[in-house]
């Protein structure tokens, strides 16, 4: 199965063609070409022209496309809706389903062939006003969040490492893994049992965790003229 995933839930502008197989011990993965561009204002801008490197680069067409994994944040608006938009375009013209999944889950998938049975894991990204977008997993499987808050108030409960943004990692006083965004193969492993399943995708829903600044600040407007 030929999957098309991208991300844009953090800085990075991810996009990649993976190979995904039912194999003996669950599934395998396999990615035939990536491009990951780190630049929070050029989502829109380079994220198709990567996904057509990629095909060209794996020697593919866009009709060889079985499906389209995308990342659904939690993540800034902007960002966001140009991924998920993109995802659901591909989706559309080529009659294929896109799958949303939590871009922190695809961080931990990535993270977890680092832990320790029994560990736990925080992932933490950039929320902006000195907050974080966090999760918690152990063995793999998210037991709190996604959420965001301050590093301070994060619930680290038994977290024993911590995945996610380079800026933002360093505000907790664990070992680091080397996983900072969602990969393709990361993305793509979170959606593998409904993929390899052919279920019907859920509807893409955001995760925004609060409302855009440009909404908030319509709404104070609001309030002062007494509208």
């Not at 999957?3 to 396999?30: C, H, I, K, Y």
């Not at 829109?44 to 659904?72: F, H, K, M, N, W």
């Not at 925080?122 to 977008?133: G, H, K, M, Q, S």
């Amino acid at each position: 199965m030929l999957v098309l995933s991208v991300d844009t839930a953090t800085p990075a502008v991810t996009a990649g063609l993976v190979e995904l197989e039912q194999a003996a011990r669950g599934v395998d993965t396999r990615t035939l070409a990536s491009r990951v561009r780190v630049d929070p204002r050029a989502h829109a801008e380079v994220l198709t022209p990567q996904i057509l490197e990629c095909l060209t680069e794996a020697g593919r067409s866009r009709a060889d496309l079985d499906a389209v994994v995308v990342g659904i944040g939690p993540g800034p608006f902007t960002g966001l809706r140009v991924g998920m938009a993109t995802a659901a375009a591909f989706g559309d013209a080529l009659g294929i389903p896109v799958y949303g999944v939590c871009s922190l889950d695809a961080i931990a998938a990535d993270a977890v062939s680092d832990l320790t049975p029994g560990s736990e894991l925080l992932v933490v990204t950039d929320a902006r006003r000195r907050e974080v977008y966090w999760a918690r997993y152990r063995d793999g499987v998210r037991v709190a969040g996604p959420d965001v808050a301050k590093p301070s108030e994060v619930d680290m409960a038994q977290a024993t490492v911590v995945a996610g943004s380079a800026s933002h990692v360093d505000f907790f006083d664990l070992p680091v893994l080397p996983v900072e965004t969602p990969s393709p193969a990361g993305l793509v492993r979170v959606a593998a049992a409904e993929l390899l399943a052919r279920t019907v995708p859920d509807a893409l829903v955001p995760l925004y965790l609060r409302r855009p600044d440009a909404v908030e600040k319509s709404y104070r407007a609001l309030d002062r003229t007494g509208a």
